[in-house]
């Protein structure tokens, strides 16, 4: 076997593409898109070397246009869940033994697939099934993912070099990262195609055996993906795409002696739910299974009065109502000094009256369709008790149909009331509200703001007093995991802004980072004597000299 000790290319951010009008890309993914719509799709489960057809299909739909079919998927039940725990466990010894760089191959291919042939295809894919509009698609399923897959493999160089600093004269220590012992469920959300495809390949990377179930309104990227991952060499076993309800996924799984870990982003409630079950089978595991989760956000914008209003008020656009509201960063709770709010407010209501809302394929759009009909449910349940609260006024949108498509417009809610249930529940869409406070009462919103929330993932501040800026950064340390400064508090870059949250939000574990690989991986430390002491007894247990 070949030995050395390998650079990887050094990562670089993927470059956005603009899609502008004319441009070759634009005309490009309006042709994926267009063949996505005409094109019914018959979706396997990818267990082993096994595409396995159950004959129980479920419809993909698009949000924006639910009486269309994409295709459909076939669901499973418990069997496939426990056929593709076997088939993890089976691929563990050869992909754990596999070299390093050969792994990192598979994955720095995959990222450049992306990159060329399979971008378009990946991007109407996550327009098409999740309702992203370009841009938000360009950035999630193509540039993030890209970079994921790219600085992962850094990480992991970085990981496997770190070593003791020091071996004494006749000793030679020196650490070794096994992947953990048993196999890994990965259990991804909706809403970025990046996370479905970082949080298994950043466990596989690391040696790891997986056991994918992605959201049912991902699986038409997620079936993208797994042709990724093959047609990049992945081995078949070690990383299992399945389609079963996650009641009936977790009764399998954590109820199996080789779960080894978590790697989790969705609500609050069912990761909690999910480390309760873990904690009463503890005893049923070979090893202490690594809980891995990033999950709600109640995140917040602080508008100081010394802040520019203009930048303000965009941050709170972009923040708000980029994709619909529906990222785990996007600002649902404003507070906006009484002095700003006249000047802001206008800006606001400027903006979104140029603000476009409907299906991806009119790219003129800025909102599209939230992502099923129980989230519709919610948010025009949420915004018709604000509209006849008598603590709250709704000076935006408030307008809903689900007749076509399951549209929400941009609806801004203000508030009296600082702990109104808009101001503390995730609602997960377009739906914002704003709490004005007196401009001397700046510490005291600072207060509110850490407070008001169980949560803790993403909040920004504006302003351009130094003082008011450490002011915040200091009282809101425990509020945010991430953290902004005079802009959005979306838009986390993989390498620039490693994501996640505390309280409520998460473990922190930050994925775009080496802190979230090192969770994937179990340390041993050797210890090699070049020549063994020979006698037990130490100089002090001879005898005085006479």
Request: with cysteine; net charge negative.
């Amino acid at each position: 076997m070949i030995k050395g000790f390998f650079n990887v290319p050094a990562p670089i951010n993927e470059p956005v593409l603009a899609y502008a009008p004319g441009s070759k890309e634009r005309e490009l993914l309006q042709a994926a898109l267009k063949s996505a719509y005409q094109n019914q799709l018959d979706i396997p489960m990818y267990i082993g070397a096994q595409e396995i057809r159950t004959g129980n299909l479920k419809p993909l739909t698009p949000p924006h246009n639910h009486k269309h079919i994409l295709g459909h998927f076939h669901q499973g039940d418990a069997s496939h869940v426990k056929l593709a725990i076997d088939a993890a466990l089976a691929a563990k010894a050869e992909w754990e033994n596999l070299a390093w760089e050969h792994r990192a191959a598979i994955f720095l291919k995959a990222a450049d697939l992306i990159a060329g042939p399979y971008r378009n295809e990946l991007l109407a894919a996550t327009m098409a099934g999740q309702s992203k509009n370009a841009y938000q698609a360009e950035i999630d399923a193509a540039c993030e993912l890209i970079d994921f897959l790219r600085f992962n493999v850094k990480y992991m160089t970085e990981i496997y070099s770190q070593q003791p600093p020091v071996s004494p004269s006749g000793v030679w220590n020196r650490v070794e990262q096994r992947p953990l012992e048993g196999f890994i469920f990965a259990l991804t959300p909706f809403n970025f195609t990046a996370i479905a495809g970082n949080l298994p390949t950043s466990a596989a990377m690391m040696g790891n055996v997986i056991v994918w179930k992605p959201a049912n309104t991902q699986i038409y990227s997620a079936q993208v993906l797994m042709k990724v991952f093959k047609e990049a060499g992945l081995p078949d076993g070690v990383i299992n795409l399945i389609y079963v309800s996650g009641p009936v996924a977790g009764d399998v799984i954590f109820d199996h002696a080789d779960f080894a870990g978590i790697h989790f982003t969705g609500s609050t409630g069912v990761f909690q739910d999910i480390w309760k079950t873990i904690g009463t089978n503890i005893h049923k595991y070979k090893t202490y299974p690594r809980i891995v989760g990033e999950t709600g956000g109640k995140d917040f914008i602080l508008v100081h009065q010394s802040a520019n209003a203009k930048a303000a008020a965009t941050a709170i656009v972009r923040g708000a109502f980029e994709y619909q509201g529906q990222k785990c960063s996007a600002a649902s709770r404003v507070y906006i000094a009484a002095s700003l709010w006249p000047e802001i407010k206008d800006s606001i209501l400027a903006d979104l009256a140029t603000i476009k809302t409907g299906p991806v394929e009119d790219f003129t759009n800025f909102v599209n369709a939230v992502i099923n009909e129980a989230s519709f449910d919610l948010l025009a349940d949420a915004i018709e008790k604000a509209r006849n609260n008598e603590s709250t006024e709704i000076i935006a949108g408030g307008k809903y149909d689900k007749s076509a498509g399951y549209f929400i417009e941009p609806t801004i809610i203000v508030t009296k009331d600082p702990k109104y249930a808009t101001m503390t529940q995730e609602l997960f869409g377009p739906v914002l509200t704003v709490y004005i406070y007196e401009d001397d009462a700046f510490a005291e919103t600072l207060e509110l703001v850490d407070q008001t929330s169980v949560y803790a993932l993403t909040g920004a501040v504006m302003a351009t007093d130094a003082y008011a800026i450490q002011q915040a950064s200091v009282a809101l340390r425990n509020a945010a995991g991430n953290f902004y400064i005079n802009d959005k508090c979306t838009g986390a870059v993989v390498g620039q802004q490693p994501f996640g949250g505390a309280r409520a939000s998460g473990t922190n574990d930050k994925a775009g980072s080496m802190i979230n690989l090192l969770r994937w991986v179990s340390p041993r430390t050797i210890k090699e004597s070049f020549v063994p002491a020979q006698d037990y007894r130490y100089p002090s247990f001879l005898p005085d000299l006479k």
